[in-house]
């Protein structure tokens, strides 16, 4: 019987390791030169094919795809913390849900406080927002 408790025991254990994702801060210069594409906003996912973007340009800027719109922004960070300025975007007009879509991704950028990796994922964590915008790496652009 106590064998069997044990074994529980360390089942439990194992199950709540592999369960838990490290999220680390981070050092935006290592993030120059990479794009990265939007998967969930607020924790819930985004519209299908419809590919927002982030691409770290350099340390002080932004560009990327809003879904419908290119668009660029200034942005500071100390590693941990990220400002992100006013968004300049080209003015397209396509479909409502694209646009929906894209005018909450700019105005979640637009109060992003914190910047994080957990396991795979760039986190972005947005004032007002529960949950992060999540992201995963497209590419790098630099290559």
């Not at 975007?89 to 991704?105: I, K, L």
């Amino acid at each position: 019987m106590k064998h069997i408790f044990l074994l529980f025991i360390s089942a439990m254990f194992m199950i709540v390791a592999c369960g838990h994702t490290k999220t680390s801060s981070m050092d935006v210069n290592t993030l120059i030169g990479t794009e990265w594409v939007l998967e969930e906003m607020g924790g819930r996912g985004v519209a299908d094919r419809v590919q927002s973007t982030i691409i770290f340009q350099t340390k002080e800027r932004i560009v990327g795809w809003g879904g419908c719109n290119r668009y660029f922004s200034g942005s500071r960070s100390d590693g941990r913390d990220i400002d992100i300025g006013p968004i300049g975007a080209t003015r397209r007009v396509c479909p409502a849900v694209v646009m929906d879509q894209e005018a909450r991704f700019f105005k979640a950028l637009e109060k992003a406080n914190r910047i994080s990796m957990e396991g795979p994922y760039l986190l972005i964590h947005c004032e007002g927002m529960e949950k992060p915008l999540r992201f995963i790496k497209l590419r790098r652009t630099d290559s």
